[in-house]
Nanobody, 114 residues
Framework: VQLQAFGGGLVQPGGSLRLSCAAS????????MGWYRQAPGKQRELVAA???????DYGDSVKGRFTISRDNVKNTVYLQMNSLRPEDTAVYSC?????????WGQGTQVTVSS
């Protein structure tokens, strides 16, 4: 499975961004997809995840602000990020997992600053 992430950039506090992660290759084996993030000097943390049947999970710090969704026709997962805060600044990386592997896409920088 190959993953390509889109989106990210610079946004002011309170603003919104949408990240996309498109999967290609052996997509039939994917059980779940999602996003992690890592800020400088901090540990990597789960942002959001979604299973093949649509169940979602969110990190505590983004609940109520971020929404993960997937388009099974386009094999793409989206992360809608609203009410962004400076502490959301990080490199966001998408992943896809099966029973046998975890694949990672390239990271995309999200910077929240005025």
């Amino acid at each position: 499975v190959q993953l390509q992430a889109f989106g990210g950039g610079l946004v002011q506090p309170g603003g919104s961004l949408r990240l996309s992660c498109a999967a290609s290759g052996s997509i039939f084996s994917i059980k779940g997809m999602g996003w992690y993030r890592q800020a400088p000097g901090k540990q990597r943390e789960l942002v959001a995840a979604i299973t093949s049947d649509g169940r979602t999970d969110y990190g505590d710090s983004v609940k109520g602000r971020f929404t993960i969704s997937r388009d099974n026709v386009k094999n793409t997962v989206y992360l809608q990020m609203n009410s962004l805060r400076p502490e959301d600044t990080a490199v966001y990386s998408c992943y896809a997992e099966s029973t046998q592997y975890v694949a990672w896409g390239q990271g995309t920088q999200v910077t929240v600053s005025s």
